[in-house]
């Protein structure tokens, strides 16, 4: 029997998102708990972004069995803004920028 389109698409997501998510869970765990990772996004209360890296981390550490049709969502969403988000980089240095602290929201530290 062939394997199904959905079990391609899940193993083309899972490959986009390890390829975004740069960062360890323990790695985005600590930068999701500092003033400057709060200090970013879009949302009343906690960012949009925020949320999604608390989401990366449950991610990353599940096994890939034990990932959901969410999951696999969760994963295209994150996959797709760091693509658009990287092409937006701004000129210079970004080390402190809010362009960067967002990304790494997002699990992604583009300073990596």
Excluded: C
């Amino acid at each position: 029997m062939a394997k199904s389109s959905s079990d391609d698409e899940r193993r083309e997501v899972r490959e986009r998102f390890g390829d975004a998510v740069n960062m360890t869970p323990k790695e985005l765990e600590d930068w999701l708990a500092t003033d400057e990772s709060q200090s970013v996004g879009a949302g009343e209360g906690e960012s949009v972004g925020h949320e999604s890296g608390r989401r990366i981390v449950q991610i990353l550490r599940a096994k890939q069995a034990d990932l959901d049709d969410d999951d696999h969502q969760h994963m295209k969403k994150v996959a797709g803004y760091v693509a658009r988000h990287l092409a937006q980089r701004p000129d210079g240095d970004v080390t402190g920028t809010r362009w960067r602290y967002s990304l790494m929201n997002w699990g992604h530290d583009p300073l990596k």
